[in-house]
Each structure stands twice: as C-alpha cells, then as structure tokens.
C-alpha cells in the first residue's frame, strides 16, 4: 500500500514557492503526512543522480525536480504532485491500495505521455529503482529537454517496456499494479 504521505519539491527561486497551492493539498489532507523538499534539501545530501542534478540546475530547474521526485519516493514511498498543481477534492484512498499509480499528461494535448508530476508509490518501489538507476547509467541527461531526459517521457518509455504485463487504467488516471516488488 503506498503510505499517506505528500511529497512537494520546490528547488530554485523559494520566493516563488506557491504555498497557497501545496496548502490546497494539507487542507483537503487532513490526516495524510507532508514533506516540502527545496535547496536545502537538494544541496545537502548524497543523491545517487547528483552529478545529472548538479548539470541540470544551471539549465531547468523543473528537471531537478524530477530527479528528486524519483530518489524521494524510492527512499520513502507516498505521492509527489507538482507543487503548482491544486487540489480540488481529497484523492480516493483506494488509489493507495497498489505499488505504483500516475497520470496521464493530457489526454487531449499530449495523448499517450504519463506525467511525472503525478505520481505515487510504495517504498522501495523496483520500477522507481529502475528509473533511477537508467538516469544514473546516463553519461548527461542535459542533451535535450528535461520532460525527455528525467521526467515525463523518461516515465512513459518505462512503463511502456512493461506492455506484456497488465495495468488497470481509467480516464486520467492509470494505477499500475504490474509494478511491485514480488
């Protein structure tokens, strides 16, 4: 089961954090747990993929975050949503009753693309190591747009290497149940 857990990352500019957006989340959440990442967070430990975040924080601040998104939710499990996004009802809990779920991107605009910005897991997630660890194989993940190299696209192409194992999907929401660690 993933845990109760939100995860918010903002790295960059703190000042344009938009807490009234994270607090939509706390507030519709009573009971769940939160943990904001930002810079302290990002400079102050050991990622496996520090080297790719250190080369990505000159160029999109956004990649970072996708990076920290995966290492994040490996380590403690839970659900990592954009930080700008707003919460307009509380999640269905049955949502946490499976090792992995994610979004679609847009359904409409970009057909197909998972959003990364959208996702939960349980801890110790071995798809999520897996993401981490083909990022870490890279030799830079800078060549080309960050929601290629570490976030959207990079998810999508995961997942789709899975297309011999059943997932349940409904309109925007697709909960991988293929993806657990038995």
């Known amino acids: 089961m993933i845990p109760k857990t939100f995860h918010f990352i903002w790295v960059g500019d703190e000042s344009r954090r938009p807490d009234n957006c994270i607090e ?5 959440h009573p009971d769940w747990g939160f943990r904001l990442w930002g810079n302290a967070d ?8 520090k080297r790719h975040m250190d080369a990505m924080r000159e160029r999109e601040w956004n990649g970072v975050a996708d990076m920290l998104r995966w290492e994040i939710l490996y380590e403690h499990g839970g659900i990592v949503f954009d930080a ?9 809990e049955d949502l946490l009753d499976c090792p992995a779920f994610a979004c679609w991107e847009s359904e409409i605009a970009r057909p197909g693309l998972i959003a990364a910005g959208y996702f939960g897991c349980q801890q110790g997630n071995p798809f999520v190591k897996g993401i ?25 192409e995961a997942i789709a290497a899975l297309a ?3 997932c349940a999907s409904t ?12």
């Open 24 to 28: 939509t989340w706390r507030k519709a």
């Open 42 to 49: 990002l400079d102050g430990r050991a990622w496996i993929n």
């Open 84 to 92: 700008d996004s707003v919460c307009t009802r509380p999640l269905d």
């Open 132 to 156: 981490i660890d083909a990022i870490a194989a890279q030799a830079s993940v800078v060549e080309d747009m960050a929601w290629k190299t570490v976030g959207p696209l990079r998810l999508t």
């Open 164 to 166: 011999t194992r059943p």
């Open 171 to 182: 309109p925007a929401i697709t909960s991988f149940r293929a993806i657990s660690p038995a």
